[in-house]
C-alpha cells in the first residue's frame, strides 16, 4: 500500500476507521497533521506508543464508560502511575467491575431496536388511542371547529415542548433502562425520579387495565350493533370481566414471550390502526351510503355543514357545564403517549437518536391528523341527529338542503343533552351526542372498530411493557425497600418478568372493578406531572450551566423548556383540579419519603450542581454583609485528628455550633504523604461525621509537628467570611510525661492562635478525650508514611494500645490534634465502597454506635464517658467563672450551650472577681445589672473577693511537684535548644502572684463548683516571653485537675456581646 492509502474498519454503527499506512510528511521531515471526520482515528503505532514509548494511554471510550470500567482489559493510567512512576499489579489495574459485563454473558438473541420501531411505532400506537374514535367527533360538536383546531394545536405545543425537553435529556449522555424515571433521577435527584417512577409504575398498571376495560366496552358495543345484541353472559360487569381476564392473560403471555413478539404484534396493530383511518377518510369523501346514516347525522361533506360547525355550541354533558377548559382536558389525553418509546430507552440501540427522532416525528405524523380530521367531521356531519330514518325521508321532498331536514332540528329533536320535553324526543346521534361517529362516516364500520380494538390494545400492551421496566430500573436503584427483588431479569434482554407478574395481578384487580372513569383522569395527571418534571430538568439543567449539561440535541431553549412545564401544570387543574392535588400531594410525600431514606447514590444531578452554585452565590455575597456584634456566632475550629478519635470533643464541639454555626475539623499529619492517603482520610472523616450526624468541614493538613499544622490551619481553613473566629482542642492530659518539644508545640499552638486574633477554648473532661484505643476503627485506618500507592493492610495492633479499662487521663495521647509519629504497623484496609456499603449500616442506639476492638460492647462507663456531651445532662449548675473581660467569649458559650435541649436543664451560675473586699456588694449589682442587660437568665451572682489572699501551704506543695522536673538547676542549663520548656528560677519569682491567684482559684473551684455539671472559665493568658509551656501547663492542670468537665476560653478582647438593639 503506497504513502498516504488507508485500511478503513466498518464498524456496526455505520463509522469507521482509517488506519494510515504511511504518514504525511512536509519538506523538513516533521509530520504534517492531517483532517480526518469526527469517526476517523489513526491507529498506526498505538502499540509502540502504549507499550515502547511511553505509559501514557491514548483516548478510549472505555475509560470514559463509568468509573472503573474495565472493557477490553486496560485502563487509564492513574495520576500516581505516572506522576510517581510506580506500577499497579494487574489485579490493582482491574478492581473495577463495568456494570454491563454481567448482560454481555447472558444466553439468548439480544433485541435492540431502532428508532422507527422501537419509538416512533410506539408512540404512534399510545397517541392513537381509543380518543381518536370516540372524543374527536364530541370535541367538534361542543367546541366548534376554530376552537378544536385551537385545542390540538395548544395540546400539541405541550407535548413537542416536552418532547424537545425529554430530547435534550435524553441526549445528555448515555441513557440507560427505565426511561422517563432514568431520565429525571439522573437529571434531578433520586428524590424526584423516585417518585415519578413509582407512580409510574402504578400508572401504568391501572392505565392496563383502563385500556383493557376500553376494549371490552368496544367489544360490547360491536356485538349490540352488528349481531343484534348478543350477550356473553350479562352484557354488562361481567363481561368486562371475563374478556378482560382473558385478554389480560393474553396480553401478559405476549409480554413473556419476548419484546420481539411485542413488536410484531404492534405491527400489526398499527397497519390495522392506519387502515382504520383510511376506511374513515374514504367513506367520508364517499359520502353517505344510505338514508339510515344521512339519519344519523352523516350528511356528506359540504361547506355548509361546515359553517355550521365553525363556532362553538357548549352545552352540558355528563352532568357539567362544558367550556373551552372542560373539553380541552377532556381531549388532552389524545395527545398523550410521547413517552412509550422513551420507556423501553433499555431495548433500543442508541435511545439518545431514537427517542428525539421517533417522538418528534410521531408527533408531527398525529399532530397533521388531529388537524384534519375535525376538518371532516365538521364538514359533514351534524351536531344533532334524531336517527328516525322514516320521519327523515318523509321530509326530504320538503327542504332544499339536506341538512334543513327538521329531523336535525329542535322541532322532532330535543338538543338539551339530558331528556326530552312533551312528545320531542332525545337526539342520540350527531357529533353532541354519539361517539360512534367516525365509525358512521366510515366505508366499512366493523374496521373503524377493529382500529377502536387496535388503540386500546396497543396501549394495554406497552403499559404493561413499560411499566415492568420501570420498576426494574428503580428496584436497582433500591430507593424503596422491599423492592429490589423486581431488579431481576431473565434472558439476554433482562426481561423483568417478576415485574410482569406483579402488574399483572394490579392490572387484574382493577378489571375484576369493571370501572375505572374516576382512576383515568388520575392517571392523566400522573402523566402530565411527569411531563412537567421533564420540562423542568432541562430548564434546570440549562439554567444553572454545568459543564457535565452537553445535549447532542440542540433544539431546545431553557425558557421554552420553563413554559412547556407550567403548561403541563396549568393542563393538570384544567382536567380536574382535584386529581390534580391530590397528585401533588403524592409526589410530595413519596418526594419526603425517599429524601427521609437519604439514598446513597452519587448521579451528578443538576440538584447536585445547584446546591454549589447556591452556595458559591451565598459565600460570595457574605463578603459584602458587614459583620455586627448581634450577628457573631462562635464559628469552631476544632483540632480534633480523625473525627473518630476524639468523639467527646467533637459532640461538645456540635452542641456549640449545632448546623447553625460553621464547624470544622482540622487533622494534622506528618508528611510526606502521598494524594491518595489524604483522600482516603477525608472520606473517612465524612463518613464518620455523616454517620453521627454531625455537619462539619474537614481539613487535613501536613506538618512538622502540632505548631507547624495549626499554624496553616489557622491560615487556610474557611472561605471568605466564611472562617472560624474560635480554635477549641483538648486539654494535653499527658504533658508531664511527654516529650518535651511536643509540649513545647501545644503550647507555642495557644500562641498562634491568639497571634491571628482566634478566641481560644480547651476542654478537658474527667476521663479524657481520646479513645482511639478504644473504639473500634468504623473506617479501616491508613497507613502513614507509606511509599505504596495502595493502602496495604496489616493486622498489627497499634503500639502501646491499652485495654478498655486502663484508659487514664494522664496515659492517653494528646488530646489535641498531634501528628502521629510513624506507625508502620497500624492497620490499615483498601477504600472500597462495597466495605464502606456493608460496614457504614444505620446505628440506632448509643450501644451500638461504639464498639471495642473485635465488635465487642463497651463497659457502660467507658460507653458513658465517650458520650458524655451527646446525652442529656441531669437537672445541675453550669459555673461560669467570668475572671476577665475577654469580650464576653466566656459568657456566650456557656449562654449557647443552656438552649441546647441537652443542656436546658441546668442553670447557669456566674462568678466574678471583686476589686475590693468593700466593693463586693457594688460588684454583685453591677455583674447581675450587666447580665440583664444582655438578656442573659441566670441563677446567682457570685462575688469572690479575696482571689489574691494567699494560698493553703498544701495547695502550694502540690503545684510544686507538679513543676518538679521543669525546675533548671541553674541558668545555663536553659539555651536555645530547650528554651520555654525549663522553668527558671527568675520565671517563678516573676509570676508568683499569677501562681498563687490560679492555686487560689482551684480551692475556690473545689469548695463551689466540684458538682457542677460544667465548668467554664476564662483562660490565663500565656504572655509570649514571660511564661514558659510547663508553668502554664501546670497552671492549668491545677485548674482543672479532678473536676467537672471544664472549659477554659478567652476570646481575642473584642466583643460578642452587646445591649444594644
Known amino acids: 500500500m503506497s504513502t498516504g492509502e488507508a485500511d478503513t474498519i466498518e464498524l456496526e454503527s455505520s463509522s469507521h476507521i482509517q488506519v494510515a499506512s504511511g504518514l504525511d510528511t512536509g519538506d523538513d521531515g516533521h509530520l504534517s497533521p492531517t483532517t480526518h471526520s469526527n469517526s476517523v482515528y489513526e491507529t498506526r503505532y498505538q502499540k509502540s506508543l502504549r507499550h515502547y514509548l511511553t505509559r501514557e494511554a491514548l483516548p478510549k471510550e472505555s475509560h470514559y464508560r463509568n468509573l472503573n470500567s474495565i472493557v477490553d482489559g486496560s485502563v487509564r493510567p492513574t495520576l500516581d502511575d505516572l506522576h510517581n512512576n510506580t506500577f499497579r499489579s494487574e489485579q490493582q489495574r482491574h478492581a473495577g467491575v463495568d456494570p454491563d459485563a454481567g448482560a454481555k454473558n447472558l444466553r439468548g438473541k439480544v433485541i435492540k431496536f431502532g428508532w422507527l420501531e422501537g419509538v416512533y411505532m410506539r408512540c404512534l400506537l399510545n397517541i392513537w388511542g381509543v380518543m381518536l374514535f370516540l372524543r374527536v367527533s364530541w370535541m367538534v360538536g361542543q367546541a366548534g371547529l376554530i376552537y378544536s383546531l385551537v385545542i390540538v394545536v395548544l395540546a400539541n405545543v405541550v407535548t413537542t415542548f416536552t418532547t424537545l425537553s425529554m430530547s435534550a435529556v435524553a441526549t445528555n449522555g448515555r441513557i440507560q433502562a427505565g426511561g422517563v424515571y432514568y431520565m429525571i433521577s439522573r437529571s434531578l435527584g433520586p428524590e424526584f425520579g423516585g417518585s415519578i417512577g413509582l407512580m409510574f409504575t402504578v400508572a401504568n398498571s391501572i392505565a392496563s387495565a383502563t385500556y383493557i376495560i376500553g376494549f371490552c366496552d368496544s367489544l360490547q358495543d ?177 327542504t332544499t338542503n339536506i341538512w334543513e331536514n327538521p329531523t336535525f332540528s329542535d322541532e322532532y329533536c330535543y338538543k338539551g343533552g339530558e331528556g326530552g320535553t312533551g312528545n320531542i324526543s332525545i337526539c342520540e346521534f350527531g357529533t353532541e351526542n354519539s361517539n360512534q361517529v367516525m365509525e358512521l362516516m366510515a366505508a366499512w364500520g366493523p374496521l373503524v372498530y377493529a382500529g377502536c380494538f387496535a388503540a386500546t390494545l396497543s396501549s394495554a400492551i406497552a403499559s404493561l411493557v413499560g411499566a415492568p421496566r420501570v420498576l426494574q430500573a428503580l428496584a436497582k436503584d433500591k430507593l424503596y425497600p422491599g423492592i429490589y ?100 400531594l403524592v409526589i410530595i410525600a413519596l418526594y419526603l419519603f425517599v429524601s427521609y431514606r437519604n439514598p446513597d447514590v452519587n448521579w451528578g444531578s443538576s440538584t447536585q450542581a445547584q446546591t454549589y452554585v447556591s452556595a458559591l452565590k451565598t459565600t460570595l455575597d457574605l463578603n459584602t454583609v458587614e459583620e455586627h456584634v448581634k450577628n457573631f456566632r462562635p464559628q469552631l475550629l476544632v483540632l480534633s485528628g480523625a473525627p473518630g478519635s476524639r468523639p467527646p470533643l467533637l459532640d461538645f464541639a456540635h452542641s456549640i455550633t449545632k448546623n447553625i454555626s460553621l464547624l470544622a475539623c482540622g487533622h494534622v499529619i506528618q508528611g510526606p504523604q502521598t494524594q491518595r492517603v489524604r483522600n482516603t482520610l477525608t472520606r473517612q472523616a465524612y463518613s464518620w461525621l455523616h454517620r453521627h450526624k454531625i455537619r462539619a468541614f474537614y481539613s487535613v493538613i501536613e506538618g512538622n509537628n502540632l505548631e507547624d499544622g495549626a499554624r496553616n490551619l489557622f491560615q487556610l481553613v474557611g472561605l471568605g467570611k466564611l472562617r472560624p473566629n474560635t480554635v477549641l482542642l483538648g486539654y494535653k492530659a499527658n504533658w508531664r510525661k511527654c516529650d518535651r518539644q511536643e509540649l513545647k508545640a501545644y503550647f507555642n499552638t495557644l500562641h498562634e492562635a491568639l497571634d491571628m486574633y482566634f478566641g481560644v477554648a480547651i476542654l478537658r473532661a474527667p476521663q ?70 456493608a460496614d457504614n449500616h444505620r446505628r440506632t442506639s448509643l450501644a451500638n454506635l461504639y464498639r471495642g476492638p473485635g465488635g465487642v460492647e463497651l463497659s457502660k462507663d467507658v460507653l458513658n464517658n465517650i458520650t458524655m456531651f451527646k446525652r442529656k445532662q441531669k437537672k445541675g449548675t453550669v459555673d461560669v467563672w467570668w475572671l476577665y473581660d475577654d469580650g464576653g467569649l466566656t459568657l456566650l458559650v456557656p449562654y449557647i450551650l443552656n438552649t441546647r435541649s441537652q443542656w436546658a436543664g441546668c442553670k447557669l451560675r456566674v462568678f466574678a472577681l471583686a476589686n475590693r473586699k468593700d466593693e463586693l456588694a457594688m460588684e454583685q449589682r453591677s455583674m447581675a445589672n450587666l447580665l440583664s442587660k444582655f438578656r442573659i437568665d441566670y441563677s446567682d451572682v457570685i462575688v469572690i473577693p479575696d482571689v489574691a489572699k494567699k494560698a493553703a501551704e498544701s495547695s502550694r506543695m502540690e503545684f510544686d511537684q507538679l513543676i518538679e522536673d521543669f525546675k533548671a538547676k541553674s541558668n545555663e542549663e536553659i539555651n536555645k535548644g530547650n528554651e520555654g520548656i525549663l522553668i527558671s528560677e527568675a520565671e517563678l519569682l516573676g509570676q508568683r502572684e499569677k501562681t498563687n491567684r490560679h492555686i487560689r482559684l482551684r480551692e475556690l473551684l473545689l469548695e463551689n463548683s466540684r458538682d457542677a455539671s460544667l465548668v467554664v472559665m476564662t483562660l490565663p493568658m500565656p504572655r509570649k516571653s514571660s511564661v514558659s509551656a510547663p508553668l502554664y501547663m501546670a497552671w492549668l492542670e491545677t485548674l482543672t485537675r479532678d473536676m467537672p468537665p471544664f472549659v477554659l476560653i478567652r476570646g481575642n478582647q473584642t466583643s460578642v456581646l452587646t445591649f444594644y438593639s
Open 485 to 584: 427483588g423486581f431488579s431481576k431479569g431473565s434472558g439476554a434482554n433482562n426481561d423483568p418478568v417478576r415485574g410482569y407478574i406483579l402488574v399483572f395481578v394490579i392490572s387484574l384487580a382493577c378489571i375484576m372493578i369493571g370501572d375505572l372513569n374516576v382512576v383515568s383522569t388520575l392517571l392523566s395527571n400522573f402523566f402530565l406531572a411527569a411531563y412537567s418534571l421533564i420540562n423542568f430538568s432541562c430548564f434546570h439543567a440549562s439554567l444553572i450551566k454545568s459543564p457535565g449539561w452537553r445535549p447532542g440535541f440542540k433544539y431546545y431553549n431553557l425558557w421554552v423548556s420553563l413554559v412547556g412545564g407550567i403548561m403541563c401544570l396549568a393542563v393538570m387543574f384544567l382536567v380536574d383540579w382535584i386529581t390534580a392535588f391530590i397528585t401533588f
Open 768 to 837: 479524657g478525650l481520646d479513645y482511639s484505643q478504644i473504639i473500634e476503627d468504623e473506617d479501616t485506618p491508613v497507613v502513614m508514611n507509606g511509599n505504596d500507592n495502595s493502602i496495604a493492610q496489616v493486622t498489627e495492633e497499634k503500639p502501646g494500645q491499652s485495654g478498655a479499662n486502663q484508659l487514664t487521663q494522664d496515659g492517653t495521647d494528646s488530646e489535641a490534634s498531634s501528628p502521629p509519629g510513624s506507625p508502620q504497623a497500624q492497620r490499615a484496609a483498601a477504600v472500597s465502597d462495597e466495605t464502606d456499603t
Open 222 to 398: 360491536l356485538l349490540k350493533y352488528y349481531f343484534n345484541g348478543a350477550l356473553i353472559v350479562d352484557g354488562g360487569t361481567n363481561d368486562t370481566r371475563i374478556v378482560g381476564t382473558i385478554t389480560l392473560i393474553a396480553v401478559l403471555g405476549l409480554a413473556i414471550v419476548g419484546m420481539d413478539w411485542v413488536t410484531r404484534v404492534q405491527m400489526g396493530l398499527l397497519f390495522l390502526l392506519i387502515g382504520s383511518q383510511i376506511d374513515f377518510v374514504v367513506g367520508a369523501f364517499i359520502g353517505p351510503l344510505d338514508d339510515d346514516e344521512k339519519a344519523r347525522g352523516f350528511v356528506g361533506l359540504s361547506s355548509e355543514v361546515l359553517s355550521l360547525n365553525i363556532q362553538s355550541d357548549f352545552r352540558r354533558d355528563d352532568n357539567k357545564d362544558q367550556s373551552f377548559f372542560s373539553v380541552f382536558g377532556v381531549f388532552f389525553p389524545a395527545v398523550t403517549g410521547i413517552v412509550a418509546g422513551a420507556n423501553l430507552s433499555g431495548d433500543l440501540k442508541d435511545p439518545a437518536d431514537a427517542i428525539p427522532k421517533g417522538t418528534l416525528a410521531a408527533i408531527l405524523t398525529t399532530f397533521i391528523t388531529y388537524m384534519i380530521y375535525p376538518v371532516m367531521i365538521a364538514a359533514g356531519t351534524m351536531r344533532d341527529a334524531l336517527g328516525d330514518k322514516t320521519l327523515f325521508v318523509e321530509n326530504m321532498d320538503n
